[in-house]
């Protein structure tokens, strides 16, 4: 019945008082990178499903930069000359939100605006810790068991160096969460491995290693950083509530901020990138 009367509440308010229907919001595009798993494809649209629920009346797409359908230039397509905020499922800055989305945005006729990377944010490391307390992390431990306890923070990796930054902001935040040592670690392109970041834990006496996903879906790259996990690995962050939470937060970010840096020319058209502070929240 809530739900029911929040989607009504929605619908009325783009009626105006005197009858003529309001403009509605700029319709937000969740922008996926793709996934030979199926099992991707399926959890970032339960991930949308969540959205709906959230923000009841807002439209919502999915596009993808490779590997699934739809890609990002059909769905931009789809929409015309529509106005869209497209929020990136991705977890950190790096080539994909600095030049692919963007130059796919302005060579369609949609008036959009490119949002930064979901992380660093608190939210992220809400949901990251309640992955690990379903794998069995415990809150309370103590000392003796702490000095012994670490996590790996397993991303994706990238050779853009501030995509390393904000991993690595993440992986503080986890740590004043968890009150443990959280390392980064990266399953492609940049260093540490994982099994790498695993060793030099155990080196320092920490045995009792967990492997926390800093993916955002189940694909190649989370299986094989939980299979290097010498104690419990949690899951993908996934459908969990505060990722839908993070990807409205920046798609009311992305029109909130005044667009201050370049624009990105194409195909007769403007992208907009609203200037990101380097760890905004």
Do not use: C
């Amino acid at each position: 019945m809530n739900q029911i009367g929040s989607q009504l509440a929605s619908q009325l308010s783009l009626v105006s008082l005197n009858g003529r229907r309001r403009p509605g919001p700029p319709a937000l595009v969740v922008v996926a990178h793709g996934s030979r798993d199926p099992r991707a494809l399926s959890t970032v649209r339960a991930l949308l499903d969540r959205i709906r629920e959230q923000r009841p009346g807002l439209p919502v797409h999915l596009g993808h930069i490779e590997l699934n359908e739809p890609l990002l230039p059909d769905t931009l397509a789809a929409l015309g000359t529509a106005e869209a905020v497209l929020v990136p499922l991705l977890l950190s800055r790096g080539y994909h939100i600095k030049r692919d989305i963007p130059e796919m945005a302005a060579e369609s006729d949609v008036r959009a605006r490119v949002a930064g990377a979901l992380g660093p944010h608190p939210l992220l490391v809400d949901a990251l810790h309640a992955r690990l307390v379903e794998a069995g992390w415990r809150t309370g431990m103590d000392e003796a068991t702490r000095r012994r306890s670490a996590v790996v923070l397993a991303a994706a990796g990238s050779r853009d160096p501030e995509s390393k930054v904000d991993t690595n902001r993440t992986a503080q935040l986890l740590a004043e969460r968890l009150g443990v040592p959280v390392v980064p670690a990266y399953a492609t392109t940049a260093a540490p491995t994982v099994p790498d970041a695993i060793q030099a834990l155990a080196s320092r006496g920490r045995d009792r290693v967990a492997v926390a996903s800093y993916f955002t879906a189940p694909g190649r790259f989370a299986t094989e950083s939980a299979e290097a996990a010498p104690w419990i690995a949690s899951a993908p962050l996934g459908t969990h509530p505060a990722m839908a939470s993070l990807v409205l937060h920046r798609y009311d970010q992305a029109l909130a901020t005044p667009v201050q840096g370049h624009a990105v020319r194409g195909a007769g058209n403007r992208a907009t990138s609203p200037t990101q502070p380097a760890l905004a929240v």
